[in-house]
């Protein structure tokens, strides 16, 4: 498995080629593109709906807390979902990758 970045940081797109062998030849190659990316403003409408509010700005990140829980959220319009996950960790809040949306 062959795993090409579009961008050199974090991802904005994975592509993931697969070859598919039958017996022990290479018969057909075959490119699958996932998005691995949550919109900005979607999960910040999911962290409101579950509780959570905003605590200040700041000049590249906006500061949302829960209860005594906080964390950052930068200035992207997309935000990896890996990044995405661990914000919802630091406010306590259950990561669905279908519920953001």
């Not at 961008?7 to 018969?27: C, D, Q």
Request: net charge positive; hydrophobic share 35%.
């Amino acid at each position: 498995m062959i795993i090409r970045s579009t961008r050199k940081e974090l991802p904005a797109r994975i592509t993931i080629i697969r070859p598919l062998f039958l017996s022990n030849s290479l018969v057909k190659i075959s490119c699958q593109v996932y998005n691995v990316n949550t919109k900005r403003k979607e999960l910040i409408q999911y962290l409101m709906k579950k509780g959570a509010s905003l605590a200040r700005e700041g000049s590249r990140h906006s500061i949302y807390q829960k209860g005594n829980n906080r964390t950052a959220i930068p200035r992207h319009i997309e935000i990896v979902d890996e990044l995405a996950k661990k914000i919802c960790n630091d406010l306590e809040i259950p990561f669905k990758k279908g519920e953001n949306k």
